[in-house]
């Protein structure tokens, strides 16, 4: 059982008989009532992120989540294939909603950790930093480079991704997939 004080972000509780993650916590103390937790918690199963204040008295079950390594295949019709790292005979699809906005990012044969509860796969966690190959950028303008302007550049997965002026169609970027942001350019193309 974990007490209020052990939902700490990362944590992975029961409540209401389905996974969450805590996001963010912090211990609230207001004059004449009780103490309370105000958390940021995500549903692992739909992805919905919600605000919800715990009690000290309340306790809560550790969620039993299974990890393994899975690839990335292919997708077809909405339909994303995985295989198992070790085994690529074992395959499995997932839908988009179990995927959500790690969709955008996947890339075939790259290693993915899958998140198991109770035999069913519920997410998928990317490597935080990963290399795309731009496949289309606007032109740069001439003189506008000094300003430290930024352009959508589309990378070889489909995503549409803010970059720098400099960056052209061919570069290979890296990519924070939790926040879809720009980090650098990794070559030049």
Known sequence: MLS?????PGVIFILDGQPYQVLSANHLKMQM????????????????????NLQHSE???????????????YNHRGEYWFCKADDPS???????????????????????????????II??????????QVVEAPPNIRGNTAQGGTKIATIESGAKISV????EEGD?????????EYVERSQKG
């Open 123 to 132: 997410a998928i966690a990317l490597p935080i930093k990963m290399d795309f």
């Open 33 to 52: 009532r009780k103490p309370v937790l105000q958390t940021r918690i995500k549903n692992l199963i739909n992805g919905k992120v919600m605000e919800k």
């Open 90 to 120: 074992q395959r499995f699809s997932l839908t988009e909603d179990v995927l959500a906005d790690n969709r955008h990012y996947l890339k075939p044969h790259v290693p993915i950790e899958a998140f198991k509860f109770q035999g069913r």
């Open 164 to 167: 720098p002026l400099f960056i």
């Open 4 to 8: 209020i004080n052990d939902l700490k």
């Open 172 to 180: 290979i970027i890296k990519v924070n997939t939790e926040r879809g």
């Open 59 to 73: 306790n809560f079950e550790e969620a039993e989540i299974e990890k393994s390594k899975v690839e990335y295949l």
